[in-house]
């Protein structure tokens, strides 16, 4: 990094809050030498290899730089954050592989799309024909005929029953169906996540707020002009790193609650890694649309949700912070 007497850089003049690391990080990425041996130790890279070690002549051949301190000026600058030396030669840090996983997962974020394709399966709301669509790293259901559950913004599709973003490496190897799938079960495992306080993108602390649409006097099976949502009370998730976000209604998010989990098993519904076909995944969004909620109190922050399956009925009583403080059923 700069001293203190050298000019800002303009990668230090924009990431004002990124802080001192990030930004030396950018700037150590910034040059092609630099990502050429990144992608060459990657492509070395077996994940189940002991040793992944490539040594210093034969990783310069395969960047091709011929001129030895060149090469060598470039890979002491990544040796440390994303590049490891060790006694056979030189290897992806941690760090590194997970960098270079992340730009491999989002080739073609913006390229890679999927046209609304219907996948001959009823709306959840009113039983009109439904499609699948993938846009800028989002993968949609929708309903051709009706609003769906949310209101999407200006570059979405309408109709929105079911949204995740999901990278586009995702679509590899996996018909419509099965990319489906994928998306339902990830969303599971990031509400696991958010709800854990851990950022599904990189591991950071997420704080967790409650947002209550006021006046929220939308019939059922509506979306609200106001806050653009068929249910009145969000749970938001912003990671204080790295910024990611999230939100869904607790009706929803209460599916990965033990207790819910078991209350669907003992009536021989499994909700968990089973989840793996095109009906399966389908039935679990029914079922999290038949969860009801209903905001006891604003201040403190209650919501109370009720699942009632067979006969049955179990109702979970959550805080601002979404965790349970009363349980019936």
């Not at 002491?76 to 030669?89: A, E, I």
């Not at 249910?231 to 607790?250: I, M, N």
Request: hydrophobic fraction near 40%; aromatic fraction near 8%.
């Amino acid at each position: 990094m700069k001293d203190a007497e050298s000019p800002a850089s303009a990668v230090e003049v924009a990431a004002v809050s990124a802080g001192a690391d990030a930004i030396e990080a950018f700037e150590l990425i910034g040059s092609e030498p630099r990502l050429a041996i990144l992608l060459a130790l990657w492509e070395a890279y077996d994940p189940y290899a002991e040793d992944n070690a490539i040594p210093f002549s034969e990783l310069r051949k395969r960047v091709g730089i011929r001129d030895p301190g060149q090469f060598n000026y470039h890979l002491s600058r990544l040796t440390g954050p994303f590049v490891k030396k060790t006694d056979d030669g030189y290897e992806l840090h941690p760090s590194g592989l997970h960098l270079v996983q992340t730009v491999v997962a989002g080739i073609g974020m913006q390229a890679a799309t999927i046209p609304p394709t219907d996948v001959g399966s009823g709306c959840l709301r009113c039983g009109a024909p439904t499609a699948i669509s993938y846009r800028h790293g989002w993968l949609y259901y929708v309903c051709t005929e009706c609003e769906g559950f949310v209101r999407g913004s200006s570059d979405q599709p309408g109709g929105i029953l079911f949204s995740q973003a999901f990278p586009p490496a995702g679509l590899s190897n996996r018909s419509l169906e099965e990319v489906f799938v994928a998306g339902v079960f990830r969303l599971l495992q990031t509400f696991a996540m958010e709800m854990g306080g851990v950022c599904p993108r990189c591991s950071g602390v997420v704080a967790t707020t409650v947002e209550i649409c006021e006046g929220h006097d939308t019939p059922p099976g509506d979306v609200c002009s106001r806050c653009q949502r068929q249910y009145d009370v969000a749970v938001k998730w912003t990671c204080t790193v790295c910024k990611y976000r999230g939100q869904a209604p607790p009706s929803v998010v209460a599916m990965i609650h033990p207790a819910v989990g078991a209350f669907y098993h003992d009536h021989g519904v499994d909700v968990g890694y089973t989840i793996d076909d095109f009906e399966s995944s389908r039935r679990l969004l029914r079922l999290l649309r038949d969860h009801e909620q209903a905001l006891v109190s604003a201040d403190p922050v209650r919501v109370l949700v009720t699942i009632r399956y067979q006969g049955d009925e179990l109702q979970l009583t959550f805080d601002e912070e979404m965790h349970v403080v009363e349980r019936r059923g």
